[in-house]
């Protein structure tokens, strides 16, 4: 059976500060693992990570995979009180089946 | 481009009741997919659609079934109602069966009482 772990469970940092969050998975035919944020609504889609080594970066916040030691990192720079959220990373089977991990609260003080 | 459009949106049943929510998928997406998120249970996984097929199902009773009609539309219905249902359904579209970004409508949050 997939499996993924996030943590930390929860996080309270204050603005400017950075943040890793981290995700482990265990999962037969590994493809990708995709993050996402997820604000009292429908999680948006922060990145899809296929190969390791290679970093994503979209303005704070970037991630990198490495699939030798089955896991990834989310970091987020200069934290502002809108990343407030619950950050979730999820690995596909073969198909579109994600399995997602506990997710990870954050909550960024003024 | 619209993204995932789930309706209802907020619906409120009683126990015993049955309840259809429904999905459109991004356009040109052919690949759907159903989760039922909780506070104890996180996301997890229901259905799985493509073509009109049923390509997975998740650990849920069979009272949970789902349909994918020819313009890749969704339906998914739960029938007999319980406590333990309520919860936020989320929708997933994909371009294909595997290997593309999967992105989530903003829900249907159902309310048994």
């Known amino acids: 059976e997939d499996k993924v772990v996030q943590s930390p469970l929860s996080l309270v940092v204050h603005e400017g500060d950075t943040v890793t969050l981290n995700c482990s998975y265990e999962v037969t035919n590994f493809r990708s693992l995709l993050w996402y944020k997820q604000e009292k609504k429908a999680p948006t889609f922060l990145f899809m990570l296929t190969s390791s080594g290679i970093e994503k970066k979209s303005g704070r916040l970037s991630s990198i995979l490495d699939k030798k030691e089955l896991f990834s990192i989310l970091n987020i720079t200069a934290t502002q009180t809108g990343d407030s959220a619950i950050y979730l990373c999820a690995a596909p089977d073969a198909g579109n089946m994600l399995t997602f991990g506990g997710g990870t609260r954050l909550m960024v003080k003024p | 481009k619209a993204g995932v459009t789930q309706t209802p949106r907020y619906l409120i049943k009683t126990r015993g009741q049955q309840v259809t929510l429904s999905c459109s998928p991004i356009?040109?997406?052919?690949?759907v997919s159903w989760y039922q998120q909780t506070p104890g249970q996180g996301l997890q996984f229901l259905f799985e659609y493509f073509s009109e097929t049923q390509r997975n199902k998740g650990n849920f009773p069979g009272r949970f079934s789902g349909r994918q009609f020819s313009n890749s539309r969704s339906e998914m219905n739960v029938s007999t109602l319980e406590l333990g249902d309520s919860a936020l359904y989320l929708c997933?579209?994909?371009?294909?069966?595997?290997?593309?970004?999967?992105?989530f409508g903003e829900g249907s949050w159902l309310t048994v009482v």
């Open positions: 997933a579209s994909s371009l294909t069966v595997s290997g593309n970004t999967i992105y």
């Open positions: 356009s040109g997406h052919r690949s």
